[in-house]
């Protein structure tokens, strides 16, 4: 059964056709702002949470850097106080260990400098990272190459490799440029670009050499700048961190460890993309401001050319919901070809935003991003039928005798 | 037929209130019209006759006086009692017909049966009263700008009739029609007063007023004659 008023509302939308169709227009632009400006965002969050999800399961220990003295020592901020003693110790390793217990699936600690190298006549500057190459493997990806075997092997970053055309078996020098004895490694493998690490090994730019190797040219054995806890179980990730946290902060005056993860970094990061996205979709929302007055203006219209006819419609016995209605169906049917044209057009100009402006399509098609197709839809179709709220009720409320009369 | 009349106006007054001052549309008019009458109301233009009808029609609510259509008080029911009365008892037929633009004769004939029954027609009702009309099916899907004024008229008159109401309004149904039409027009209301229908008429043409069987004119509000 077809309602009588849905088919008034579709022949007046036809008579007019043109003019309702510009009205569309408007909703069909809002829709695609809404749905393109929210998927972009969207996929900028997946993108970035996903490059950096890739440490959410590490701890990263650090020597708390407020603390320059020794244990037991007056936390004042000394010059003579050496810097090495900003270290994390051995005893504070095993505790570690210990705090950590079955919970963690590798503990790794990170020697780390910044360096100059040479390689050929080309000078650079780039970090030196020295971890055990049995734990390397258990976070960094070897694109290209094998581990570290010999005492001189290294692995290079892969923005390192592309600038300075590295390949396997390149030498480097490493060391400052004016020093005289400056030691050589050997590439044998390139690590797949990491970008921002979540564990604050950013090896994209450095170099990876053994851990042996790092101590006999720099010392400081067993003092170690940094330590990964890599957890078997990201839930368990807070008890591990509060386990460490009791074990070597507690009986201390200020704390001598610095505990952190990337959820912390993570969710700040997808805090502040998610208020950006709010903010474009704020800007999206405007069109369909824009868009809303428009067809209040073409509902308005469509309103007072009938007035006669509303007149008629109401002296011959029709109640004033259906007259509503009547007007309500002609808004609605005005925000269906808008959120479907809208709809299909978010399809086009959202993948192609997105594709340009990310670079990757890999996330478009996730729910969470195309999902704001629906979503603008609805809020086309909504934002018409307010629209379409008040003619509908100016269209009822009409006096029978006073529209009859009109022209 | 019953002794109780089928419109009873009492006392019945309209006053506009004007920014040039208050305007008393009718005058303290008492009324009886019984079912089956076919009545006449004439009078010249200013005299209240458009008042009078709007009154009948219940488009309006007196300012004082009390109007009884079938018994019942029209000023005591809401808006939508009175929306009701207007779909179910009174057939509404006009000088410029009044027919619905989008709407083809079939379907302005078949729109009060969607009001009353909220389906479309399946009974062949509006069928049925656009044939007595004179109306075949070919001609029934055209829209009314299709239709002459004779033709647009039966389809009004057919679309009064389509509820079967008591009462028939007519404001004046000849008045933008040739004679000749018009004069076929009146055949089809005598027709129908013939089959029992209450015809009120308004019309400032005599020769149209004398298929009436009572004329009542009106001057400035009041009745001058019944």
């Not at chain 1, 050319?305 to 808004?331: D, K, N």
């Not at chain 2, 920014?19 to 009078?43: Q, R």
């Not at chain 2, 933008?176 to 039409?181: H, Q, V």
């Amino acid at each position: 059964m077809r309602d009588i008023f849905f088919d008034l509302s579709v022949r007046s939308v036809r008579l007019n056709f043109l003019r309702s169709i510009l009205a569309s227009i408007g909703i069909v632009i809002g829709v695609v702002a809404i749905s393109s400006m929210g998927m972009l965002g969207t996929n900028m969050q997946l993108e970035v949470k996903d490059q950096l999800s890739a440490g959410a399961n590490t701890i990263v220990i650090t020597p708390d850097v407020v603390r320059m003295g020794p244990p037991g020592f007056s936390p004042q901020v000394s010059s003579s106080t050496s810097s090495s003693s900003s270290v994390i110790t051995k005893s504070q390793l095993s505790k570690i260990k210990l705090a950590a217990g079955a919970n963690a699936s590798a503990i790794i600690p990170v020697y780390s400098k910044n360096t100059e190298f040479t390689l050929g006549s080309v000078n650079g500057r780039g970090t030196v990272y020295g971890i055990d190459p049995d734990y390397i493997t258990k976070f960094l990806t070897i694109e290209n190459g094998t581990n570290i075997v010999g005492a001189n092997d290294a692995l290079v970053g892969s923005s390192i490799a592309e600038n300075f055309e590295l390949k396997l078996g390149s030498r480097i020098k490493v060391g400052s440029t004016t020093s005289g004895s400056r030691t050589e490694v050997r590439v044998v493998g390139i690590l797949k670009e990491r970008g921002m690490a979540a564990d604050s090994v950013s090896t994209d730019n450095a170099i990876i050499v053994s851990e042996d190797w790092y101590t006999n040219q720099y010392g400081g054995e067993n003092e170690y700048p940094q330590i990964n806890v890599i957890v078997k179980n990201i839930d368990t990730i807070t008890d591990v961190e509060e386990a460490i946290d009791t074990k070597l902060n507690a009986n201390e005056k200020t704390p001598v460890i610095r505990i952190r993860d990337a959820s912390s970094m993570l969710s700040n990061i997808t805090s502040t993309l998610s208020t950006m996205t709010t903010f474009i979709l704020a800007i999206g929302a405007i069109s369909l401001l824009v868009a809303a007055t428009s067809i209040f203006n073409v509902m308005m219209m469509s309103v007072n050319e009938r007035v006669q006819e509303i007149g008629i419609l109401l002296s011959i016995g029709t109640e004033t919901g259906e007259i509503r209605r009547m007007f309500l169906y002609e808004a609605f049917i005005l925000g269906i070809i808008g959120a479907v044209v809208g709809g299909l057009a978010s399809l086009v100009i959202g993948y192609s935003v997105v594709s340009a402006m990310i670079g990757t399509t890999d996330y478009f098609f996730m729910p969470e991003s195309i999902a704001y197709i629906p979503i603008g839809m609805l809020i086309g179709i909504v934002v018409c039928l307010i629209s379409g709220l008040y003619p509908a009720w100016h269209a009822s409320n009409m006096d029978p005798i006073d529209a009859l009369r009109a022209e | 037929m019953t002794d109780t009349p089928l419109i009873r106006l009492a006392d019945v007054s309209k006053v506009y209130h004007l920014e040039s001052g208050d305007f008393t549309a009718l005058n303290h008019i008492s009324l009886d019209i019984m079912e089956g009458e076919f009545v006449a109301l004439m009078g010249p233009s200013g005299s209240g006759k458009s008042t009078m009808m709007n009154q009948l029609g219940i488009l309006d609510v007196p300012t004082t006086g009390k109007i009884f259509i079938d018994g019942k008080n029209v000023a005591g029911m809401t808006n939508l009692e009175r929306t009701h009365m207007r779909r179910d008892e009174i057939g509404y037929v006009f000088q410029k017909f009044y027919l619905i633009p989008l709407l083809s004769a079939y379907e302005n004939v078949e729109y009060p049966l969607i009001l009353k029954y909220k389906k479309r027609d399946t009974t062949g009702r509006a069928t049925a009263v656009l044939k007595s009309v004179g109306f075949d099916d070919e001609m029934s899907a055209h829209r009314p700008n299709q239709l002459s004024g004779g033709q647009q008229q039966r389809v009004a008159i057919a679309r009064a009739l389509v509820n079967d109401p008591k009462i028939l309004l007519c404001d004046e149904p000849t008045g933008n029609l040739d004679r000749k039409t018009g004069f076929q027009i009146m055949d089809i209301l005598c027709g129908l007063h013939r089959e029992g229908k209450t015809v009120i008429l308004v019309t400032h043409d005599p020769k149209i007023a004398e298929y009436a069987h009572r004329t009542i004119t009106l001057e400035d509000g009041r009745i001058a004659k019944s």
